[in-house]
């Protein structure tokens, strides 16, 4: 989307807590590398989560095929409603929007953001989030590059003082800077867009799953599949109900799902430990046959076999598991309301690990079977291959090199990006979390 050179774009600074700064510049008008280092500076110095959050004009066409819708009523609809009503003079100025529908982006430095990041937000790389909200905002020129970011400072709210971390949104001075403390908003904002990204992870395991089982007829993994699926439904009411601030119920089927994802962990911890042996057991600098490598690794070089299918139904699983830890993060922040983002990162930190490491033991298994170097039958009985044969093995060769693409075991700290759209009626919709 191209944007005029003068695009002004409002930018509040978000807190979750009173926060004791020293002195800081806020510029008249900003560019987006100052906006940047401003946030790296105040993500340094703070002892308080911190994110910044931008209003831009909602392009004119958006894919909301993933994401989760919001009612006018929900809390992350009131927390920004009220953000804006503290900050109309500031917001108002500048936008020209009240009347149209805005895209709110909320950015959390890596600082803070370790925890949420790290195996749930991933870079855009798959063919089903590319060109989406993000590629539709900015663009080849985008609209952040060519606009200077004005920070909003609400005068009424700030006259009221600052209502602390649980309360609602309220702007205070905090060492000469404008800070707005709105801890509500940034942990629901985090929950929404964390849960829609495990739940685009789930939908994208979950079709490839299904596409290899209709080529691998396999029943008990059909069976795998269904449980692993059908604790959506639960995943889906608890995810609403939190959101809503409600209070969870053993009536939703909750506890089920959870002990079904537990199950189908354990397997793939078993599988994971199988085939870190099984690689452990070829011979170390030595071309290894196709034959060797699929004993072990059953149908690793066929598009519908059993290691193909057991990868991905691990996906699947963690995925789930992950949208739980989410719903768990956010009851325990809930109960703990004078530090809702402290409770909540907390509970992200300590229940996740054990997902972060099968992810990454998955990763390293694929990533050294990418790298083997594959070779041709040796010994005296080795045969003269045919030109089919050749090529055959050749398929073999690249579907098994195919295995590291797309995996990553970087566990590097990133910037979290969350893009809400605020429609005219303040109903909301939350886009996937990405990394910033």
């Known amino acids: ?25 806020f510029e008249a008008e900003m560019t987006q590398q100052r906006l940047f280092e401003l946030r790296s500076v105040l993500s340094a110095l703070a002892d308080q989560p911190i994110a910044t959050l931008e209003a831009h004009p909602a392009p004119a066409t958006i894919d909301r ?9 929900s809390p992350l609809a009131q927390h920004l409603t009220e953000l804006l009503a503290q900050t109309t003079k500031g917001a108002s100025a500048v936008t020209g929007t009240a009347s149209k529908e805005v895209l709110y982006k909320m950015v959390v430095p890596s600082k803070f953001a370790s925890a949420i990041g790290k195996g749930i937000i991933r870079p855009m790389q798959s063919k089903a989030l590319a060109g989406g909200i993000r590629g539709s905002l900015m663009g080849t020129a985008g609209i952040v590059g060519q606009a200077s970011f004005v920070p909003v400072a609400g005068v009424a709210a700030a006259e009221a003082g600052v209502a602390g971390a649980a309360g609602t949104a309220a702007v205070g001075v905090a060492g000469g800077a404008a800070i707005t403390i709105a801890a509500p908003l940034v942990l629901m904002a985090v929950a929404v867009a964390a849960s829609a990204a495990v739940e685009h992870q789930r939908r994208v395991a979950i079709q490839h799953v299904t596409d290899l089982l209709e080529q691998l007829h396999a029943h008990n993994l059909d069976e795998e599949r269904s449980e692993l699926d059908g604790c959506r439904d639960a995943i889906d009411k608890a995810t609403a109900i939190l959101l809503d601030e409600g209070k969870l ?12 994802i537990g199950k189908a962990l354990a397997k793939t911890d078993r599988r994971l430990d199988k085939w870190n042996a099984a690689l452990e057991a070829l011979p170390e600098g030595q071309p ?12 690793i070089d066929e598009d519908g076999g059993l290691f ?9 699983a963690t995925a789930l598991k992950r949208r739980v830890i989410v719903l768990q993060a956010v009851e325990h ?27 990454a033991g998955i990763a390293g298994v694929l990533i050294k079977l990418s790298t083997i170097e594959l070779g041709r039958p040796r010994g005296l009985r ?10 055959r093995l050749l398929q073999s060769v690249y579907k098994i090199q ?7 075991d970087d566990d590097q700290p990133t910037d979290v990006s969350i893009e809400i759209i605020r429609n005219t009626d303040g109903s909301v919709f939350v886009f996937p979390a990405l990394a910033g």
């Not at 009536?251 to 079904?260: E, F, I, M, Q, T």
């Not at 034959?291 to 149908?299: A, K």
């Not at 809702?340 to 996740?352: G, N, T």
């Open 308 to 316: 193909r299918t057991h990868v991905e139904l691990a996906s699947l």
């Open 65 to 73: 095929k993933d994401g989760i819708a919001l009612g006018a009523a």
């Open 333 to 359: 922040a809930q109960m703990d309301s004078g530090n809702p983002f402290e409770a909540f990162m907390r509970q992200l930190k300590s229940d996740q690990q054990r997902v972060n490491d099968t992810e």
């Open 402 to 408: 195919a295995l590291g693409d797309g995996v990553t």
């Open 1 to 25: 989307m191209a944007s005029s050179s003068e695009e002004i774009v409002p930018v509040w600074t978000l807190a979750t807590g009173d926060l004791r700064l020293p002195p800081a510049i």
């Open 382 to 391: 080795a045969p003269a291959f045919t030109p089919g044969q050749v090529d």
């Open 249 to 260: 119920s053993v009536s939703l089927g909750l506890d089920s799902a959870v002990h079904a």
């Open 288 to 299: 290894v046959e196709v034959e060797t490598l699929t004993e072990s690794f059953p149908g």
